[in-house]
């Protein structure tokens, strides 16, 4: 999270960042309150030394400064580390993979603040020895260190000058996003597969040097299990034939060939609205491994099912172009939609369509209704997302942007 309108003045910040100071992890589950009273603090104390614009909006893994000592913290002992020319508080914190709102708490400088060469920058003492990266002209890869099986992790990569990086993703090449004007800071989103097994997997840089040598970098990510369930599907007999793996081969390919497509322009960036009604509950959430007919046929879940009665109105999460809206065999009445650099949502078993190839859409612009058309059980609307053609879990967009700095 990124800090916003609370601030300390400069003579509370300096006194808290010298302080006993302790962290603690977000952990599934918490809140902010939860937490204060956990540690015996204040909710303000709380929200205005970590720089928390929301209260209600903590994620999971985020670190916070509790300010006060606790048995039941760790101690957060401190060292200094020196930064580079032209730095901002901001660049160290990615150099050196930090927690950017820690930073700026133990240092009481803005996160944008310019420092000077050689000025000293606390930072927590178990992570001195992070060595700065030496990449060239790239001065800081700044991504996850583990990723589950189906969700999406953000790489930030800064630059020294603007350059055309490649970035590769255990095979797959992945497009880099502009996120700061002047080309020295690009995100590439990092689609884990649902299926892909747990373990190290290569992500790659390489660019031009000026001398035309291509340097190039490898840094792993850590792929972990997602905890899917498994769920039995029977389809009625009338339906069974559209398991046939030649079908739905075909029909795979068809959807492939429009989601592969790499547009130059990000048309919407900010975290997706619903595309249906917020009473409308998941029926079966991405990545459930998926069993047809007592064994017949196998496979995972690729997007969110919410359970609707035939008729209820699909919008658009977000602006995009439509680029398929047809009947499918296996899909039904089908929309996919390209929110642009390799971004797609696709809505299937629609009663109804109501959108047009080339349309562009917006934000909660309808698109159709539901309905139970192709290999469905019962109404309901299949809402999925597909990264640079890989479906991850699109829930994951409903509170974090498709690309910028969040």
């Known amino acids: 999270m990124l800090w916003g309108g609370w601030w300390l003045s400069m003579g509370s910040a300096t006194a808290l960042a010298q302080a006993n100071l302790g962290t603690y992890t977000v952990q599934s589950g918490d809140t902010l309150f939860v937490i204060a009273q956990r540690f015996g603090v204040s909710l303000d104390a709380l929200v205005a030394l970590n720089h928390i614009e929301d209260a209600s909006l903590i994620r999971v893994g985020q670190v916070l400064l509790i300010p006060a000592a606790s048995d039941q913290l760790g101690s957060l002992p401190t060292t200094t580390l020196q930064a580079l020319p032209g730095e901002t508080l901001g660049m160290f914190a990615l150099r050196y993979a930090q927690e950017a709102d820690l930073l700026t708490t133990l240092n009481s400088i803005s996160i944008t603040a310019r420092l000077f ?112 369930e498994t769920q039995q599907i029977v389809l009625p007999e009338e339906k069974s034939d559209l398991l046939a793996p030649d079908l739905t081969q075909s029909e795979t390919e068809k959807v492939a060939a429009v989601i592969t497509q790499i547009s130059p322009t990000l048309w919407w960036s900010a975290p997706f609205t619903r595309p249906i009604g917020s009473q409308y509950e998941t029926t079966s959430p991405f990545g ?110 409903l509170t974090e942007p498709l690309a910028g700095i969040p």
């Open 117 to 228: 060469p050689g000025q000293p920058i606390r930072i927590p003492a178990n992570q001195a020895g992070v060595e700065p990266l030496r990449f060239g002209a790239v001065r800081a890869i700044a991504g996850p260190e583990q990723l589950p099986q189906g969700r999406t992790g953000r790489v930030v990569i800064t630059t020294e000058r603007p350059l055309s990086v490649s970035v590769d993703w255990n095979g797959l090449p992945l497009p880099l996003t502009e996120v700061t004007g002047d080309g020295l800071q690009s995100i590439v989103l990092v689609p884990a597969p649902a299926l892909l097994a747990p373990g190290p997997y290569p992500l790659t840089l390489s660019y031009l040097s000026t001398n035309q040598l291509v340097l190039t970098h490898t840094q792993t990510i850590q792929i972990i299990d997602g905890g899917y």
């Open 288 to 397: 459930t491994r998926r069993n047809y007919n007592n064994g017949s046929s196998y496979g995972y879940h690729a997007g969110q099912d919410f359970g609707a009665p035939a008729g209820i109105t699909v919008t658009a999460p977000g602006a995009g172009v439509v680029v398929l809206a047809e009947p499918l065999q296996v899909r039904g009445n089908a929309v996919i939609i390209d929110h642009g650099r390799g971004i797609f949502t696709g809505y299937w078993h629609l009663s109804e369509i109501d959108v047009a190839v080339g349309q562009a859409v917006q934000a909660g612009d309808r698109l159709g209704l539901v309905g139970t058309t192709g290999r469905s059980t019962g109404a309901h609307l299949h809402w999925e997302l597909t990264i640079d053609g890989v479906a991850v879990d699109p829930i994951q967009f």
